[in-house]
């Protein structure tokens, strides 16, 4: 029964429907399953199969999006449960992101909180145009693992540079891995710039995370 | 709204009309051919059968015009209607009878053996952009005799889609017939559902050879469709005006549905065409031109005027190799097709002219009539109100990927293209392998050859073509055909 019930839950993950995804969720809790069983067998195997299909060109973002909005509405009831029973999810790592200071593009940005959020990754999104200085503290705030620089123009492309810099000056650069993204951004423009990566989508991120938290 | 490309004024179709209607009285067709003079004498045409010319009265070809169908239906090998010829409904199928292949490894033309036109026909049925099968190589491996026959053979073999093709001889046709009944398990089948439609071409200026006006009576007198392919050269074997390169296709297609009607009343036959603007300085016959793809969509808008359904060559290039003329070329006489509302548009994956197949080229083609499909279809409002509803619950918000609104929408308002189109970043593109378009276009061929599903076709069926095939090609000095490449 117990695995019935999670596999319509992966279902609903995968076929993007995320009120269903919410219901059978509660379902599952009355029933008795573990949260962490919920998550681990039954939203995570559906992510996983999203994340694949997106790759292969079956899916496109629009599928992404509405999988990964159905696992965090999913993940918002089992946090109260985790916490009463005094267990956490397994984190992959804590993620700070945001567009630097002076670009106010977004799209991208939150496509890939959302992603790294619904691969396990604990986002703190602080949104658009964000001051530099907002970024360290949050960083130093959360010990994030992973800070997430946006930008879409190559006018703000620079500012990626210059919060790398500030990090060092505030000697937590070696505590924290860089990655940067948006249009005009490239492996070269990390590789000048001493960030740690860079991906070209947001799948993609989602790896280059993974990778660099191990 | 659906977008409507119309290039000849109401008064101007009208003349043309009157003009066609005109020429086959003076200076008449002239037909090669006994039984349709007696067939055109018989009906009221003034005829000399010493110069095999025939001065055709309005009213005999306006009688045709009352009894052809105005609209019919292709069946694919399932027994499902799949084609519809008639209307502004368009469909997109293979060039055919080219006499060369585009070799995949070396890029330079080949003559095509069995293999590469099994390759081909299977292809086609795995490109959903495609809705029909032609005939589309000849292939060198047997003897010239049944080389149109020869190709039915081996797409029949493989196909499920209906298919377009042609006999490059009389006798031939009749084997090519057989092979068709056969599929179907009867001639009343095969009138009832035909699977097949036979391009008949007329010779410009107003000539009927002997073999293509006995191909359209033979298929006109079982009920399968023919599909004229009258053919001015602006310039060299027409008038050079582009008006009155239609004024000629009129007149050769009237006296087509003449003599179609007069061998069998409510025979199926389509108003279509390859003709060409003459290339003043090479005296070729180009196909990319825009003067080409004007006359085509100009008598387009004629055979609907005449409540006929249409066809066209248009989505083809001259150029040698799948580069920037060739894209440019094949997707200007698509998109122009679609918007004319040609109901079957033959030519892709043709190159040089139309003596060239290119696999590569059929994929990346299939991209550009996916979108030109895309384009007919028009913006329709979708939701009543169109936007209000969304935006003002979202406000400011930029969050419109996370609506359940673009997943309901986002595939059907957007063509959403195979990876042989790229719109990947600069980086993306690299850590793919910096792949230009022909050579995605050859990972897309081997990617879709993979999915291919082999055809329903039995055994016993298969010797039965086999048999017919193997004693057409007895006559011509062949006593077994090549082997069929069966997986």
Known sequence: ?214 | MRPKLNLLSDALVEQIIAEGFELLMNPGVRVHNAEALKLLADAGAKVDFETQIAHIPESVARRALETRPSEFHLYNLDGEQVVHYGGDRVQFDPGSAAITVLDSETQEQRQPLTADFVKFVKLVETIPQLDAQSTALVCVDVPDEIGDLYRLYLALNFMRKPIITGAFRKDTWWTMKDMLVAMVGSEKALAEKPIAVFDVCPSPPLLWSDLTCQNMIDSARYGIPSELVSMPLAGATSPVTLAAAVVQHTAECLSGVTICQLAHEGAPIVWGGSPAAFDMREGTTPMGAVGTWMIDCAYTQIGKALGMPTHAYLGMTDAKVVDAQCGLESSGGALMAALAGVNMVSGAGMMDFESCQSYEKLVIDAEIIGMSKRLIRGIEARDNPIALTLMQELGHRADYLAQPHTLKWFDKELYLPSAVIDRGSLDAWKKKGAKTAWERAQDRVEELLATYQPAPISDELRAELRDITTHAAQKFGMDELPPLPLD
């Open chain 1, 1 to 214: 029964m117990s695995s019935e019930l999670l596999n319509k839950i992966t279902i609903s993950i995968v076929e993007g429907r995320p009120d269903e995804t919410v219901d059978l969720t509660r379902q599952a809790l009355v029933d008795g399953l573990e949260p962490l069983t919920i998550i681990d067998e039954g939203l995570t195997v559906g992510m996983n199969i999203v994340g694949d299909k997106f790759q292969t060109c079956e899916y496109y973002l629009p599928h992404l999006i509405i999988a990964a909005s159905g696992m965090k509405q999913a993940m918002e009831i089992l946090e109260p449960e985790l916490q009463s029973r005094q267990q956490e999810a397994e984190s992959a790592g804590v993620v700070v992101i945001g567009s630097v200071a002076g670009d106010i593009h977004e799209i991208g940005k939150s496509l890939v909180g959302t992603m790294m959020s619904a691969s396990g990754f604990q986002v703190h999104d602080l949104g658009v145009d964000v001051p530099t200085e907002v970024f360290i503290a949050k960083v130093k705030e959360t010990g994030a693992d992973i800070l997430g620089l946006s930008a879409l123009l190559t006018t703000t492309m620079t500012v990626q540079r210059q919060v790398i810099r500030e990090l060092e000056e505030a000697g937590i650069r070696d505590q924290v891995k860089v990655v940067i993204g948006g249009a005009p951004i490239s492996q070269e423009w990390a590789n000048t710039i001493g960030a740690d990566g860079y991906a070209e989508d947001a799948v993609g991120s989602v790896e280059l995370a993974k990778q660099l938290v191990v």
